[in-house]
């Protein structure tokens, strides 16, 4: 059986060097057949490899396993070293490797997209563990400036209810009493 690695779920886009059109490469292993994909969005091309398709292709073209195959392609797009001429079938031409891919029915080429979609989106969704640097560069950060923190915090804190005749400005000072005016006393005012 021909190694497999990580080739089995692969995926890359590039820009037709002549058309300038974009497309994505995929691969994967469906029925312990190997297949490589190619689709603009709207439509698939893929040649499926059984395990002796795929033994001599990687031997004409002195690759040992799927990923060298894999990898010649992802540097072959990097580079911007590949053309497609498409119809009913795709002519991929990439180094000096030419390959030809078959057009895939409508119905196919929806099934192909929908997995081809939602295992980007897992990639995406389940994401890598963050490496040891962005995890360092998380801890320096001050935590007031984490929203999120902030928020659980807040909700969590128990509002204090303001005394009577405590200044709302400043609450840990009274305030003064109101003015009551000037006492006027009768007494005085006979004499």
């Not at 040992?64 to 991929?92: K, M, N, P, W």
């Amino acid at each position: 059986m021909v190694n497999m690695h990580m080739a089995e779920s692969s995926h890359f886009t590039f820009v037709d060097k002549k058309s300038k059109c974009k497309y994505i490469w995929f691969t994967r292993r469906r029925n312990e057949r190997f297949g490589v994909c190619l689709t603009d969005g709207e439509h698939v091309w893929m040649k499926d490899y059984s395990d002796e398709e795929l033994k001599d292709f990687l031997k004409k073209h002195s690759m040992t396993s799927t990923t060298d195959y894999i990898q010649h392609l992802r540097v072959s797009c990097s580079e911007g070293d590949l053309s497609v001429c498409v119809s009913d079938a795709a002519h991929v031409l990439f180094g000096r490797t030419d390959l030809v891919l078959s057009k895939i029915n409508e119905c196919g080429s929806k099934q192909e997209l929908k997995e081809l979609m939602f295992r980007m989106a897992e990639q995406l969704t389940d994401g890598e563990p963050p490496s040891v640097s962005e995890q360092q560069e998380a801890q320096r950060k001050p935590i007031d400036f984490q929203p999120q923190q902030q928020q659980s915090r807040a909700s969590s804190q128990v509002v204090k209810r303001r005394r009577p005749g405590a200044s709302l400005i400043n609450p840990g000072a009274k305030r003064k009493p109101d003015a009551t005016g000037v006492a006027f006393n009768d007494a005085d005012d006979e004499d």
